[in-house]
Structure formats: C-alpha cells, structure tokens
C-alpha cells in the first residue's frame, strides 16, 4: 500500500515538473539601450501572445515560446521602463530598462541675452543634454561651457550633469562686445550669443570753454571703469549754479564718446556733470567783484 | 391705472424674476460643480522642494507646480485609458507630449488600453533654473496599473513607479515637456 502511494505521488510529481517545463518564462537581456536591437529568450511550449507596453510604445504579437524574439531598435528608441507580458498557458510579467544613447542633443538655456561688464556670476546658462531619439541622458554626463569674446579671452569651465542636467554661473568679461557662449556634451553643441555691454561710465571729467556769449561743456570721451566706451545715447546731465541763485541743467546724450551742452555765461557759477549715480569734476567760471 | 397696464407691469415683473432667477442658477451651478468636485478627480502630488537648486522655489510657483503636475498626471491616464489624446496638449509639450501620443496611437491600432488607479505622487524637486523657467522634479508614484487587451485585462501592476520630470512654462502655464521612467534613482 505504501509503495502504491509513494508511485503515485512519484507520478504527480512528474507531472507537476513537465507542467513547469512547459510554462512561458522570458529572458531579458542584462540592459539595453535606445535605438539598438534587442533579442529576449522565452521558455516554455506552444503559442503565446506578446505584449509590450511602454514609453511611445504599444505592441500585441503572436510568439512561439522556447524561440527568441527580436525586437528592432526603432522600437525600443523610446528610453525608459517597459512592461512585457506573456500570456499562454500562464502569464507572466517582466521588465525591461532602456536605458538613453550617447548625448547627441542640447537644449541650452542661455540668460540674459544683455549684460553689463566685469560684473561677477551674472551670465547663466543650463544644458539639458538628450540623445538622438530625444531621451534625456540621465548618465552622469560631462558638459563643457565656453564664454568667449572677441580680444576678451575665454573663460571655461566643465560641469558634470546629473539627471540629465549641467547648469552654471559666469561673470561677464571687461570687453564689451558679443559673447559666445557654447555650451557642449560628447558631439553635441550649441552656442548663444551674451551682448556684454559698457558698465556705468567711470571717471567723468569736462572742460568748458567760451564762444561767443555761451559756454561750452564738453566731456573727455566717456568710459566705463573697464575702459569701454559708453553708448552713445546715454545721457549725461550738466548743471550750471550761479551765486545769484540762478541753475541752469542741461540733458545731453553722449555722441561719438563725447556730450556736449551749451550754457548760458553767468557770472561767479559752478558747473557740474553727471551720469547715472556718477559724478564728474566741478569747475568753477566766471569772477565774482 | 388700468387693466391693462397693471397686467404688463405683472407680466415685467415675472420676467425680471424669472431673470434673476437664471442669472444667479447659472453662477451656482460651476460653484457647485466646482465644490463638490470628489478627491477621486484629484491626483495627491506631495512636493519636497528642499534641495532644488540652483534657485530657491517660491511657495506660490510650488504650488502652482503640484496643481499641474496633478493634473498632467490625471490627463495622462485618461489619454492611455481611453486612447484619447486630445487630453494630453492642456498639460503635456514637446518631447513628452509626442511620445504619450505615439503610445496612445499604438495602444488604438493593437487594440490595447492601461487603466491606472493613482494612489498619489511624492515629488522632489531637483532644479530651478536661475531664470525661473524650467523645474525637475524626481517622482516616486504608487501605481496600480491594469494592461487591457480590448476589455480583457492581461496583467496588472502593482509597484512603486519612479519618474525624470522636466516642466517648463508654457503661455503662464506649467507643462510638462520629459517625462522618463527609470528603475529606480
């Protein structure tokens, strides 16, 4: 009686194991990556369906089990997780991490498009760095910025991006002029263009001179504290104080580097300049009795 | 005052009622609507803003962000549910947008659909950039995931998800332009 049980549980067993032979089971490959044929191992016997689900992704396929599947890589360009499932005589469920191809792509954030001069930390820039099927390179990647300008030397710096991601602060050079500021990962790079403009003008300083019945105030060409030239267009006030009580301003826009008013001649006055928040000399004119 | 004059100014009467009456239902009505809106409809994004850099998040920016991160995550999984993707342009841009319509298009043709039950989103926010126009945000989502074939559902799902989400503005609205599954972070 024992050895009629012990063969019938021998035979159930056997049972159990071919029935576990015969279930679908799936093999994924160690890792994978965006745009790159994939081959997946199955187990088992007979037909199943293959579904795939995943970023950009939907696929439902008929599959013979114990063969492999290739999938092309135009179907996994997508990075990220997918689901496969296989159904048959069991499911069963897998994942699948594809993971982004090498960097091909920058979308570069470059701010602000005007800056003044030799001014510290001013310039940002921050590089999204993707591959060519537009995923984002979550790898730690190194990404180059560059800030050049013409006779202003090239400041240069190497950020390493985490989640897909490089940001920085620059300061702006002390020559004024068109900026490039690339920014760059693997073969991929992108340049924007910083107009560093003239800071405020720096050591004002004026002349005056008589002709005919006016007095002339005219101003040395007027820089930055950089030494570049400030526009022209800026304004420059001049204000004329006589002892009697009587001022006299004057607006004038700097032209070619120079601003020049025309003052009424008052006697025993003052004449001051200004720019912005910057003083000039002080002459005084005239000759009291 | 005559007969006649008395029942136009009853008549007036009714209709400037009846008026009033209309005017007031039809502003009660969205306010109702509105109120009793069920927190199903709302997606739970929970937000640690902590560490983001390189820019410090304003409280009014932060909540803003959550309320539309909500909302492109509820329009996500209507658009995967019922293969629509109309829903998808009020929330998603660029990149993200044009692989969510890619995956609904595909699920249409093969006859598939994912039904989502969302049990909320914790959020960390990992970038601000200086010019306050672009956050990433890394996002752990609880996620019931069902995987239909027709009506038939084929497997379901049931696990900690993990997001790389870029949101950017749009028109003074935040949408979002990445969104990449990872394994884990």
Redesign the interface.
């Known amino acids: 009686m024992n050895r009629l049980f012990l063969y019938l549980l021998m035979i159930v067993m056997c049972v159990f194991a071919a029935g576990v032979a015969r279930a679908a089971d799936i093999k994924l490959p160690d890792h994978a990556v965006a745009g790159q044929d994939v081959t997946i191992g199955t187990s088992g016997d007979g037909s199943a369906t293959l579904y795939i689900f995943g970023p950009g992704q939907a696929i439902k396929r008929s599959i013979s089990l114990g063969h492999e599947i290739s999938l092309k890589g135009q179907e996994l360009r997508n990075a990220g997780v997918y689901t496969l499932i296989v159904t048959g005589d069991n499911t069963v469920t897998r994942q699948l991490n594809v993971q982004a191809a090498a960097p091909a792509k920058i979308n570069f954030l470059a701010r602000p498009s005007r800056v003044p001069v030799a001014r510290p930390n001013v310039i940002t820039g921050t590089a999204f760095v993707f591959d060519e099927f537009q995923n984002l390179v979550l790898a730690p990647t190194p990404v180059k910025f560059d800030l050049s300008v013409k006779d202003g030397g090239t400041t240069s710096r190497t950020v390493p991006s985490k989640f897909g991601v490089a940001y920085i602060d620059l300061g702006s050079s002390s020559k004024e002029g068109a900026a490039q500021f690339v920014a760059s990962a693997g073969q991929a790079n992108v340049r924007r263009v910083i107009q560093q403009v003239a800071a405020d003008p720096c050591s004002l300083r004026m002349s005056l001179h008589r002709e005919k019945e006016w007095l002339i105030a005219e101003t040395a060409p007027v820089r930055d504290c950089s030494g570049n030239p400030v526009p022209d267009g800026t304004i420059v006030t001049f204000i004329e104080q006589s002892s009697n009580g009587g001022r006299s301003t004057v607006d004038a826009r700097i032209k070619k580097g120079i601003a020049r008013a025309q003052l009424p001649v008052q006697p025993n006055a003052t004449v001051t300049v200004a720019a912005g928040v910057v003083l000039g000399n002080e002459v005084r004119v005239g000759g009291g009795e | 005052m005559t007969a006649t004059s008395r029942h136009a100014e009853y008549v007036l009467r009714i209709v400037l009622i009846l008026t009033g009456l209309f005017l007031v239902l039809s502003g009660c009505l969205p306010l109702y609507h509105a109120l009793a809106a069920s927190p199903d409809d709302q997606i739970q994004v929970r937000m640690n803003a902590a560490q983001i850099a ?1 820019r410090q998040l304003e409280e009014v920016v932060g909540r803003a962000i959550v309320q539309q991160y909500s909302r492109a995550w509820k329009n996500l999984e209507t658009a995967l549910d019922q293969n629509n993707t109309e829903v998808l342009g009020e929330s998603f841009v660029g ?1 993200a947008h ?3 319509t ?2 609904v298009v ?2 249409k ?4 659909s ?1 039904r989502y039950v969302d049990h909320g989103h914790q959020v960390d926010g ?2 601000y ?3 306050g ?2 956050v ?1 945000l ?1 996002d752990t989502a609880q996620l019931e ?1 069902q ?1 239909l ?1 027709g009506s038939k559902v ?2 379901t ?1 049931n696990t900690p ?1 993990h997001y ?1 989400a ?1 949101i950017t503005l749009v028109d003074d609205r935040w949408k979002v332009r ?1 969104l ?4 884990s972070f």
């Not at chain 2, 043709?109 to 598939?112: Q, S």
């Not at chain 2, 990449?180 to 394994?183: A, I, M, R």
């Open positions: 390189p990149y044009d692989k969510l890619a995956q595909a699920q043709k093969a006859g598939l994912m990992i970038l950039s200086r010019d126009s672009a990433e890394r995931i995987y074939d084929v497997a799902e998800l790389v870029v990445v990449d599954s990872v394994p």
